[in-house]
């Protein structure tokens, strides 16, 4: 029956499967406990089968066959789902542990679980956790789990009053839990805070490790420290501990580039060359892309494209495409979309969304034009791409022609919660209503409304400034217009059918 369950898996509903993982040996009674490893068989079988159905029923059945449960082999086994990821699952196997099987919990489980809560439930849940604990198993590891639990959620104040209360209680913090403090200032922003946590693990004798050099290396790189991101690098360079990473020195290239360092970040950036393995080949590649197309080095940024496309079918012409683009390399930018046409099964939006929004900014209009219509021909149009060409038009004062493409995006299918670029949609209405084309003007916002694209109380505002009766838009504006054509600049306009964007 085994080798039948393993050439022939169930393909039922979750109830189906979790009774297949039960009978996946019918043998136990004849048998000695069962290890552990057949629990972790059963597990990962059904894992297989569906990540989200329940582990409880395999748990029962299998501590009915062991009868006698060691408690270090359960704790093994959480630890082992938690290293592969499976949160949910363990924290399954730890509720079991002390629910179902009465076994007491170790100031390490309940860290253990602070940690599972988090990732699973959120940060609330494993406050609430933390709460209910005893005070005798509230101890240094449970503190430690929370501050980790709010540093991760990104939760500043909680992290502070946490790592204060450890203070207060008198409690030796190591290295770890400053890390947490210094991860969670730079990813926030308190880029001043990290000073203070460096002098207090220096003034209490807590020498750095990797972690904390790239934390101060990330931060003094994003506030242009350029100073003393270098003095931090010497140091990463000169610890016998610490193993440098490509990425470290693009990071530090790309700050001093920034600053018109070229020939340091051109240093830097070779340096990081000489550093990438085979795995990491493909995400080293696109950061090098972009870093040396930044400082407008085209030899380079052939130089590694050729190298990045000979990874195989796993590269991505976006990658390279933005880096063309940064360069103002338009006619090497057609010549690799081209490529990428003749070559990718299916084409990726953000590509053409690129190439627009390129021409309009250049003032290559007709081009534009010329690549959108090609992509509705081969069926490759996107109301995104519509958006971009209008907006194209109406920075270049073709309000006609930006009335004609909102017309084409308007009619094409989104995701609920798209919406257009507000300033273009303004001007096409002052546009019409200077004209005295009133009935145009009703007929796009009633199809913007019955596409979603609007609220009916918007579109009966709109009608009210064409009709008359409203002399200022007021409720039309562009704060997020500069932010979109970032986004697209840089290649991370996601396509409409990925969820909501503002677009024009």
């Known amino acids: 029956m085994t080798n039948l369950l393993r050439s022939n898996p169930w393909r039922g509903n979750a109830i189906s499967r979790v009774f297949g993982a039960l009978f996946y040996s019918t043998n136990a009674l004849a048998s000695p406990p069962p290890p552990l490893q057949s629990l972790h068989r059963r597990i990962c079988w059904l894992q297989d089968q569906d990540l989200k159905a329940s582990i409880f029923p395999i748990l029962s059945h299998w501590a009915a066959e062991a009868r006698d449960v060691n408690q270090l082999e359960v704790q093994a086994f959480i630890v082992k789902?938690?290293?592969?990821?499976?949160?949910?699952?363990?924290?399954?196997?730890?509720?079991?542990?002390?629910?179902?099987?009465?076994?007491?919990?170790?100031?390490?489980?309940?860290?253990?679980?602070?940690?599972?809560?988090?990732?699973?439930?959120?940060?609330?849940?494993a406050e609430k956790y933390f709460d209910g604990v005893s005070e005798q198993l509230k101890g240094l590891q449970a503190y430690c789990a929370l501050l980790h639990c709010y540093a991760q959620h990104r939760l500043l104040d909680k992290a502070e009053s946490v790592f204060g209360k450890m203070k207060e209680l008198g409690f030796e913090i190591g290295i770890r839990?400053?890390?947490?403090?210094?991860?969670?200032?730079?990813?926030?922003?308190?880029?001043?805070?990290?000073?203070?946590?460096?002098?207090?693990?220096?003034?209490?004798?807590?020498?750095?490790?990797?972690?904390?050099?790239?934390?101060?290396?990330?931060?003094?790189?994003?506030?242009?420290?350029?100073?003393?991101?270098?003095e931090v690098l010497l140091k990463m360079e000169a610890h016998p501990l610490v193993t440098i990473s490509w990425r470290s020195y693009v990071i530090a290239a790309n700050a001093l580039s920034k600053v018109g360092e070229v020939d340091k970040a051109l240093t830097l950036l070779r340096s990081s060359e000489k550093l990438i393995s085979n795995s990491t080949r493909k995400i080293a590649y696109e950061h090098l892309l972009s870093s040396y197309a930044a400082i407008g080095k085209r030899d380079e940024v052939d130089r590694i494209s050729n190298l990045y496309k000979n990874l195989g079918k796993c590269y991505s012409y976006r990658h390279m495409l933005v880096a063309f683009l940064k360069m103002d390399n338009i006619d090497g930018a057609e010549k690799l979309v081209e490529e990428c046409e003749s070559e990718s099964k299916k084409f990726d939006i953000q590509i053409g969304n690129l190439m627009?929004?390129?021409?309009?900014?250049?003032?290559?209009?007709?081009?534009?034009?010329?690549?959108?219509?090609?992509?509705?021909?081969?069926?490759?149009?996107?109301?995104?791409?519509?958006?971009?060409?209008?907006?194209g038009y109406y920075r270049n004062g073709c309000v006609a022609e930006a009335l004609q493409a909102i017309k084409k995006a308007a009619n094409l299918p989104c995701q609920p919660g798209w919406r257009f670029n507000h300033s273009t949609l303004?001007?096409?209405?002052?546009?019409?209503?200077?004209?005295?084309?009133?009935?145009?003007?009703?007929?796009?916002?009633?199809?913007?409304?019955?596409?979603?694209?609007?609220?009916?109380?918007?579109?009966e505002?709109?009608?009210?400034?064409?009709?008359?009766?409203?002399?200022?838009?007021?409720?039309?504006?562009?704060?997020?217009?500069?932010?979109?054509?970032?986004?697209?600049?840089?290649?991370?306009?996601?396509?409409?059918?990925?969820g909501a964007q503002q677009c024009g």
């Not at 929004?357 to 995104?384: M, P, Q, T």
Request: proline content about 1%.
């Open 81 to 125: 789902l938690r290293k592969s990821n499976h949160f949910n699952h363990a924290l399954q196997v730890s509720t079991w542990m002390s629910d179902e099987l009465k076994l007491s919990l170790t100031p390490g489980d309940v860290a253990a679980r602070i940690d599972l809560i988090s990732r699973v439930h959120g940060p609330d849940e």
């Open 356 to 391: 627009v929004n390129a021409y309009c900014k250049k003032g290559y209009l007709e081009r534009a034009k010329s690549f959108v219509e090609k992509l509705a021909e081969s069926g490759k149009e996107n109301v995104s791409t519509w958006c971009l060409l209008s907006k």
């Open 426 to 459: 303004a001007a096409c209405l002052v546009y019409l209503k200077e004209n005295g084309d009133v009935e145009t003007a009703h007929e796009l916002l009633s199809l913007l409304t019955e596409k979603g694209h609007i609220t009916t109380i918007f579109c």
């Open 177 to 230: 839990s400053y890390n947490s403090m210094l991860w969670l200032c730079f990813r926030t922003g308190n880029h001043g805070r990290i000073d203070v946590l460096v002098k207090e693990m220096e003034e209490k004798g807590i020498d750095y490790n990797q972690g904390t050099l790239m934390v101060r290396l990330y931060s003094y790189a994003a506030i242009s420290e350029i100073g003393r991101m270098e």
């Open 461 to 498: 505002t709109l009608k009210s400034f064409v009709n008359g009766e409203t002399q200022v838009l007021r409720s039309i504006g562009g704060e997020q217009e500069n932010h979109l054509e970032d986004k697209i600049q840089d290649g991370e306009l996601e396509t409409m059918d990925s």
